[in-house]
Structure formats: structure tokens, C-alpha cells
């Protein structure tokens, strides 16, 4: 049994649902190897209704082009796991999932590759986050070691930590 006297650990997902609330923000997800894992992890929070906009699972590399506008140049020489690619599916879901014609304040996404094994000569591991805020986009690339489901969750840890790490920075300017 934990001791009473020992802090939890945070809940990094329920601290972003509360700075989005703060702020006034919303947000988008689309998502391809994570697989609508992330925007689970958002829900999972009680009050996420008031920023969650919504995600959007673009696992076929056609739909990242025709939903998400992610272009098709930039799918055609590079794949679909790339940081370009990673940043334009997050710039293009928060138009996807505009309100009233209003766009979600962030944008964030995950491409790569979960393994088991290597695909389109990445290795599994290989998975980049895109983030977009106002007129700026980033991607944040990483290398993950560890089983499908591992890498996936992996992948939706670090989502969270770079749109809180986002959100932080909007702050200090």
C-alpha cells in the first residue's frame, strides 16, 4: 500500500487540460501511429470537453494528404514519417477541426513507425510530434526503443510533455 505521506506523481494530462482551460486554449490531435491514443489520453481528463476540439486518425498516408492538406510533395519524396509531415498534419487539423470558422488555438500530431519492425526505411522507433500555435510550426523528432505498445504510449507521453512544453514557452514571452 503507498505511503499517505509520499506525493502522488503528477498526472501530466490532467496539469495540460488544466494550463489549456487556464489560457483559454484549444486543441486539435491528429494522429497516425498512436491510433486515436492520444486524444483517449486528453478525454480521459473531466473537463477536457471545454479545449479538446476533437482528433483525427489519418492512418492511410492518403488521408494525411486529403484531410489534413499535408502536401503531397513533401509525402512523395520523404513518406509519411517525417518531421515536415508530422508538422503539417498538426498545422492542417486545426483547420480540420475548426469551429465556426474559428481554428483550434494548437495543433498537435504523431507519425512514425511502431514497429515491430522497420517501414519505409525508418526503424521502429523513429516518430516525430508536430506541434502548431499562431503562425509557427515544430516538430520535435524522437527515437524510441521498446515494443509496439510501448513505443505508442511512449509517443502520447511526449505528445503531452511537448504541448505543455509549448504552452510554457507562450508564457515566458
Request: proline share 6%.
Amino acid at each position: 500500500m503507498p505511503d499517505p505521506a509520499e506525493p502522488t506523481p503528477a498526472d501530466a494530462t490532467a496539469e495540460l487540460i488544466a494550463e489549456l482551460t487556464t489560457h483559454h486554449l484549444t486543441i486539435a490531435v491528429a494522429e497516425s501511429l498512436t491510433g486515436g491514443l492520444l486524444v483517449a489520453e486528453l478525454v480521459r481528463i473531466p473537463g477536457a470537453s471545454v479545449v479538446v476540439r476533437g482528433g483525427v486518425v489519418a492512418y492511410d498516408t492518403a488521408l494525411k494528404r486529403s484531410l489534413l492538406h499535408v502536401d503531397s510533395s513533401v509525402l512523395n519524396v520523404h513518406g509519411p514519417v517525417h518531421a515536415d509531415v508530422a508538422k503539417q498534419m498538426a498545422g492542417g487539423v486545426r483547420t480540420l477541426l475548426a469551429v465556426n470558422d474559428v481554428r483550434a488555438d494548437i495543433g498537435v500530431s504523431t507519425t512514425g513507425v511502431a514497429g515491430p519492425g522497420p517501414d519505409g526505411g525508418h526503424p521502429a522507433g523513429t516518430v516525430y510530434i508536430g506541434l502548431s500555435k499562431g503562425t509557427g510550426s515544430w516538430a520535435v523528432p524522437l527515437h524510441l526503443h521498446g515494443d509496439r505498445g510501448e513505443i505508442r504510449a511512449e509517443t502520447v507521453r511526449q505528445a503531452i510533455d511537448a504541448v505543455r512544453a509549448l504552452i510554457a514557452q507562450g508564457d515566458a514571452e
